[in-house]
């Protein structure tokens, strides 16, 4: 007779070589050059879309700069933004010329944002970085350009500064780690730099309104 094989329960599976006894911890050391290589080739892959994005965006910045008063007509209708603006912070956007929102993820996640003004009677700066470190959860205030008030709006600016406690684009805007701000950054790196025009209302010229008999009011 011939001897029986083993039980089917007594099968026994081989482990494949290098990775008996390895723990989860060993098991990490070993793939960390592989998500290293993996990052890395994210990363570059990421520059390389925003080379060519840049031209575009040069472009649509170019646009936007021809448009007069654009950016407050987008935050302004903005359904989350247009609760947090007041009829005076309308008017310092007015004087915005342009944003360009550039984000980093290698080393870390880093988010900038650059406003551009044109000359007004509220601050004397030109241009205003504020940045951020992003994570899974929230997007953190690491640097943001100090205001240079105008003489004659400097009171104004500290009384509103200081008489306000809720989240408002002024406090955001005066002070970079208000409590709070994280939530307009992330309004406008996520959706209004990524698409502004799904905010923009043109204005209809008087005789066209006319002529439709629409009242005066954004399309």
């Not at 089917?8 to 793939?31: C, I, K």
Request: proline share 7%; charged share 25%.
């Amino acid at each position: 007779m011939r001897p029986e094989g083993p039980p089917a329960h007594r099968l026994q599976f081989r482990q494949p070589q290098g990775s008996r006894g390895q723990g989860p911890a060993a098991q990490a050391v070993e793939l960390e050059p592989v998500n290293a290589r993996a990052r890395k080739a994210f990363s570059q892959q990421r520059e390389k879309m925003e080379r060519r994005r840049k031209p575009h965006l040069d472009r649509r910045g170019a646009i936007i700069q021809s448009m007069p008063g654009f950016w407050a007509n987008v935050i302004a209708n903005h359904p989350q933004m247009s609760a947090l603006i007041t009829d005076q912070d309308e008017d310092m956007l007015s004087y915005m010329i342009n944003l360009e929102v550039k984000e980093a993820k290698h080393p870390i996640h880093l988010c900038q944002f650059m406003l551009f003004f044109r000359t007004n009677p509220y601050f004397q700066n030109k241009v205003i970085t504020k940045e951020y470190l992003v994570n899974v959860t929230e997007y953190r205030a690491s640097h943001s350009t100090p205001i240079q008030w105008c003489q004659d709006y400097e009171v104004e600016a500290y009384r509103r500064r200081h008489n306000s406690s809720s989240l408002n684009f002024f406090n955001w805007f005066s002070d970079y780690n208000f409590a709070g701000s994280s939530r307009i950054a992330e309004i406008l790196c996520k959706d209004l730099w990524r698409n502004p025009l799904q905010y923009y209302r043109r204005m209809k010229p008087p005789e066209e309104t006319e002529l439709s008999g629409e009242p005066s009011v954004g399309t």
